[in-house]
């Protein structure tokens, strides 16, 4: 950011509020061109994807299980995104990752990526405490995986 301001001739506040401004205007733009529901959808898309590359330890353009995951959790989402406004609840898997069905990760990433219906009627105690078990159980993992994107995403992420 120093770099910037310098490169720039701002001070490093203002280089910091030029950038946010800019990324404010930005997101009011997508949400303008493609409404709410889609910015959301799309928002959690994204971070949902960088959780199954954590996971599958592959990018999900170059892997095919990675890939047919990540279009699994797409429409995991949007079916979710529906269950939210409509306030339709329904069970979800909770626990660890290992083990679970193709479906049932698509159900936990899409909650990872910050979409979630509302659960069902009925849900119990244990339901709660196994979503918690869930949720310490993926942080254990991305400290042991680290918290940043694959190398090789980064690296493609920097050519022009």
């Known amino acids: 950011m120093e770099n910037a301001a310098q490169r720039s001739g701002r001070s490093l506040a203002a280089e910091v509020e030029v950038r946010m401004e800019h990324s404010l205007n930005r997101q009011d733009y997508l949400v303008e061109q493609w409404g709410q529901d889609v910015f ?10 960088w959780h199954i590359e954590q996971f599958t330890g592959q990018r999900w353009i170059d892997d095919e299980s990675t890939f047919q995951l990540f279009s699994m959790t797409a ?4 079916r979710s995104y529906r269950d939210l406004v409509l306030r339709n609840g329904r069970d979800r898997p909770t626990g660890s990752l290992d083990g679970k069905s193709p479906a049932e990760l698509a159900q936990m990433f899409a ?10 009627r009925g849900s ?7 979503a918690r078990a869930s949720r310490e159980a ?6 042991r995986l680290g918290s940043r994107p694959l190398p090789n995403r980064q690296a493609k992420e920097r050519k022009p």
């Not at 429409?75 to 949007?78: F, H, M, P, T």
């Not at 990526?113 to 659960?119: E, L, W």
């Open 40 to 49: 959301d959808i799309a928002d959690s898309m994204a971070k949902a994807l």
């Open 75 to 78: 429409a995991e989402l949007i």
């Open 111 to 120: 909650g990872l990526g910050g979409i979630n219906p509302p659960r069902a």
């Open 124 to 130: 119990d105690d244990q339901s709660i405490a196994d």
């Open 138 to 143: 993926w942080g254990k993992t991305l400290e």
